[in-house]
Structures are given as structure tokens and as C-alpha cells.
């Protein structure tokens, strides 16, 4: 089992920046990949960035050029680096962990990030 907690989640105004951590703990040699999702008020949740052991990264279009994810080898800490925040990046944002390689098997709380126009 993995355990996964977010922080760092906050109101800033547009432009303006704020870093998500994600503590890992429990079985964390067991996960492959890690990443941030996010869901929005009444839409779908969406993958923002993820990262593999190794360190290669990919992230969704919307936040390309913004946002920069980053982890240690262990996988027991991922960040997300949120810079030239708009208001359409208010969301809950998740952080997720996979240790199967067939898709995210565990998943955190959440936290809200909310960007104010």
C-alpha cells in the first residue's frame, strides 16, 4: 500500500505561481510513475504531469511552458511547480501514484488551488 498526502495548494492571483508537494510513504519502491491531476468544478478530472522513476515527464498542453513536475528517485516526494497561473487552473488537484503500470492505483485527497482574476 502507498500512501499519498498533498500540500501546498492555496488563492494567488493570476500570473502568479505556487508548488504542490506530494509526500509518498508506505510501499513506495513498489511505484513506477507519479502525477498530478487535476478536476475542476463540473468537469472531468485530468492528468496535468507525470513522472517516471527514471525522470522522464510529460505533461498535458494546457500547461506546457507553466508548470514543471519533479520527484526524487525513491518516489517519496513529487512536486509540481505551478508558474503563470490562470483562473482556468483552479481545480482540486490530485496527486496519484503508479505501481502496477495499467494506470493510477493510488490517489490522495486533493488540494484546491483556486486563481483569482
Known amino acids: 500500500q502507498v500512501q499519498l498526502v498533498e500540500s501546498g495548494g492555496g488563492l494567488v492571483q493570476a500570473g502568479g505561481s505556487l508548488r504542490l508537494s506530494c509526500a509518498a510513504s508506505?510501499?513506495?519502491?513498489?511505484?513506477?510513475?507519479m502525477g498530478w491531476y487535476r478536476q475542476a468544478p463540473g468537469k472531468q478530472r485530468e492528468l496535468v504531469a507525470r513522472?517516471?522513476?527514471?525522470?522522464?515527464?510529460n505533461y498535458v498542453d494546457a500547461v506546457k511552458g507553466r508548470f514543471t513536475i519533479s520527484g526524487d528517485n525513491a518516489m517519496s516526494t513529487v512536486y509540481l511547480q505551478m508558474n503563470s497561473l490562470k483562473p482556468e487552473d483552479t481545480a482540486v488537484y490530485y496527486c496519484?501514484?503508479?505501481?502496477?503500470?495499467?494506470?493510477?492505483?493510488?490517489w490522495g485527497k486533493g488540494t484546491l488551488v483556486t486563481v483569482s482574476s
Open positions: 496519484a501514484a503508479d505501481a502496477t503500470l495499467d494506470g493510477m492505483d493510488y
Open positions: 508506505g510501499s513506495i519502491f513498489s511505484i513506477n510513475v
Open positions: 513522472i517516471t522513476r527514471g525522470g522522464v515527464t
